[in-house]
């Protein structure tokens, strides 16, 4: 029959055109078993509130949990005509239990709160599908620079030799705006655990339905929503959850742009597993570095999901306007594109060797040391603006005879300044370099393990 939900008022059912437009249900099926729940949490409100009696509630529970059986093994799915999951899963209802009995649990709700309930549900599942796998890469990031502690590489800024540093140190760096990307998500979720069950299409209900009880069944730690206009209106948790999945493919485009460029014959700082690469079609010698490339290409889109979202939202008057189902595929799209390319770019990080001679060969090239020529001169007095200028000229006169900064001769030290004596000798080398960066955050070695066991221990209480 004609399960439309607002047949009372219409002569005519939707146009075809219209109901395509509208439907949802291509989408939001994967909304259905939150769907459920809910229904589940809405009918214990009614039977509280005296609107459904305890044998009524229990037909119910057990319609929707044959409804909920069926929709697992997909032998009830919803149609074009159901138009979104809510209506599907009505009807279903409807099917199952009759329409005097399945037309009850309509009252004192609406899709519009159901549907702002169901979706942050969604998404905070989601959201700790995600931090997992965020865990599993800061795991395999840890164990990258645990099993090189004492590497040396050339440290850039600008993309230019700067200062030499540990690449424990460089993989850390990475490992520790993963962490804020999870207590980003972790503090989101803390935001998101309020329901808007109960703010029925945006006034709330006559019914004296109790949405506390309803927030705490569906597990919303920090209970209903205190307006209903806000309740079924806001969309601010979307936003900020599409902010997140974008930062997180932000930071996953910047190691992988690394690995692409370390990956080069011209580098030569690591090599991928066969197994994390790819071949070419005609170029039989190629390997390519494609989840890398497809990092830095889904975090476009990734970004892209944010920005339409935002523009969708911009302007909306209150309270509920259908513009809001255009909500769901940026970010279900956010979470689908996270949770295939984290596992793979995991893979491809866990697995990958590093060249330690090429990355140690280059580590002092460029005159990398220059600063702690500086720095030495410091120690001896020397102000900083003058010991900058004499390192400054140390550097000058090396590159003009093609050597490195300690390739000059100690007469050749002498002559650009009098406190260059031979033991400035003992900061140009990498190790002494390193050893010598020693404060809190810095590259030496001990403050590299220090960091290191701060991030183990952050990593295994997300
Ligand atoms: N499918 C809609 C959405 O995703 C929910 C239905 C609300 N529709 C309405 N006409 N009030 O936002």
Redesign the pocket.
């Known amino acids: 029959g004609d399960v439309r939900l607002w047949g009372g008022r219409f002569a005519d059912g939707p146009a075809e055109a219209l109901a395509k437009l509208s439907a ?1 249900v291509h989408f ?1 099926w994967r909304l259905a078993p939150y769907d459920i729940a809910g229904s589940r949490a809405h009918a214990r409100v009614l039977n509280k509130a005296g609107l459904l009696t305890e044998d009524e509630l229990t037909r119910m529970i057990d319609g929707l949990d044959r409804l909920e059986a069926d929709v697992a093994a997909g032998t009830f799915t919803g149609t074009i005509a159901d138009e ?1 999951v ?1 209506t599907a899963l009505e009807r279903g209802l409807l099917e199952r239990l009759g329409p005097d009995l399945g037309g009850k649990l309509r009252a004192g709700r ?3 709160d159901q ?1 702002a309930t169901l979706f942050r549900m969604y998404l905070r599942d989601h959201a700790r599908i995600i931090g997992g796998l965020i865990a599993d890469l800061q795991d395999a990031l840890v164990g990258l620079a645990e099993a090189h502690p004492d590497v040396a590489m050339p440290g850039r800024t600008h993309l230019q030799h700067a200062q030499p540093v540990l690449f424990a140190h460089h993989v850390l760096a990475h490992v520790q705006s993963l962490s804020r990307d999870a207590e980003r998500l972790r503090q989101w979720d803390e935001r998101t655990a309020v329901s808007p069950y109960g703010s029925g ?1 945006l006034a709330g209900s006559s019914l004296g339905l109790d949405p506390e009880a309803v927030a705490k069944d569906l597990g919303f730690e920090h209970g209903s929503a205190g307006n209903s206009i806000d309740g079924t209106a806001s969309r601010d948790f979307v936003a900020e959850f599409a902010f997140i999945t974008a930062m997180i493919g932000v930071n996953l485009s910047r190691i992988a742009e690394e690995i692409i460029i370390w990956n080069t014959k011209e580098f030569s700082f690591v090599t991928l597993h066969d197994a994390f690469s790819t071949g070419s079609s005609i170029m039989p010698q190629k390997k390519n570095p494609d989840i890398a490339e497809l990092a830095r290409g889904k975090s476009g889109r990734l970004i892209g999901n944010l920005s339409g979202l935002m523009a969708t939202l911009k302007a909306l008057p209150l309270a ?1 306007n ?1 513009d ?2 255009e909500d ?1 595929e940026p970010v279900f799209d956010s979470c689908d594109q996270l949770e295939v390319l984290l596992p793979a770019f995991t893979g491809m990080m866990a697995t990958l060797t590093v060249n330690r001679e090429r990355m140690e060969e280059l580590a002092p090239a460029g005159f990398s040391l220059a600063t702690d020529i500086a720095e030495w001169l410091v120690k001896q007095g020397v102000p900083f603006r003058v010991a900058h200028e004499v390192a400054g000229e140390c550097v000058k006169v090396a590159e003009a005879e093609g050597k490195e900064l300690d390739g000059l001769t100690d007469e050749q030290f002498a002559k650009i300044s009098a406190h260059l004596t031979p033991e400035v000798r003992s900061v140009l080398n990498v190790p002494g370099a390193l050893a010598s960066r020693s404060g809190r955050g810095g590259t030496a070695p001990g403050a590299v393990a220090v960091q290191l066991a701060e991030l183990k221990a952050d990593v295994a209480t997300q």
């Open positions: 949802s939001d979104d809510h609406s899709r519009n549907v299409a509920y259908r809001l189902q769901k």
